[in-house]
């Protein structure tokens, strides 16, 4: 148990000066050469492929405060975050321990930023199931009723904390799930996320307060299938 608990002190070090680095801005990286790909730090925002001002229970104050804020400030994170691993690789005397604190913000980033994109690319239609993911879903939860049962029972497991409800294509089984993440960081593995729904607190207290249950609502009666059902094609064939 002690060398547990070395060991997680060694590594929140490790992620508070990954912290810190990241607060310096990219200075670090000046005067080194173009980094390859992987630490390029170039990714960009991806607009709204609604408007915002036509969601049926979502406020165009909340939606453009959720894109503008949360997933915007994850992307330029994220950037940051690249550039301080190619300073990094370029010191070969850079300390192994806070390069992992790079690597986990890396990861942590990198999630926030793919389901922020899921969760709004969703978003904007009529909340009507269709499609072959509607099928699938009826098959292995018994019905689609079920399987929005489980999903909203799911996401209201996290009301109130922090995380996401998503569903997955679990490509290793060859079955849908709905899984609970705590955090940008958990997701099965071998699984392709078809639909998430954000369940942190900026997604809807603006709106809601804490009724999160009113939130879900409105999610669900604003999804996009059709977008579902692309995502559900192209992982389970």
């Not at 608990?5 to 000066?17: C, E, I, Q, S």
């Not at 078809?194 to 009666?221: I, P, R």
Request: hydrophobic share 45%; glycine share 10%.
């Amino acid at each position: 148990m002690g060398d547990l608990t070395r060991r997680d002190a060694l590594v929140a070090a490790g992620v508070g000066v990954a912290a810190a680095s990241l607060a310096a801005g990219p200075a670090l990286a000046q005067g080194a050469q173009t980094p390859p790909p992987a630490f390029a730090g170039q990714h960009q925002p991806k607009p709204l492929r609604f408007d915002p001002t036509k969601l049926t229970g979502l406020s165009e104050r909340l939606l453009r405060s959720h894109w503008e804020n949360n997933y915007q400030g994850s992307v330029r994170a994220l950037n940051t975050v690249e550039q301080r691993l190619a300073a990094a690789m370029a010191d070969a005397d850079f300390p192994p321990l806070i390069y992992g604190g790079l690597k986990r913000e890396e990861l942590h980033r990198t999630g926030s930023v793919v389901l922020h994109e899921l969760y709004f690319d969703a978003l904007g239609g009529d909340g009507r199931p269709g499609g072959d993911v509607a099928a699938a879903l009826a098959q292995t939860f018994g019905s689609r009723e079920a399987w929005e049962a489980e999903f909203r029972r799911t996401a209201m497991a996290l009301a109130g904390g922090s995380g996401w409800c998503v569903l997955s294509y679990n490509r290793h089984t060859g079955t849908l799930r709905n899984y609970w993440a705590w955090d940008h960081m958990h997701g099965a593995v071998d699984g392709a996320p078809l639909l998430a729904l954000d369940m942190y607190e900026h997604s809807f207290h603006m709106d809601y307060g804490t009724a999160a249950a009113k939130y879900v609502d409105a999610f669900m009666a604003n999804l996009d299938w059709e977008i579902v059902d692309a995502r559900y094609r192209a992982a389970s064939g």
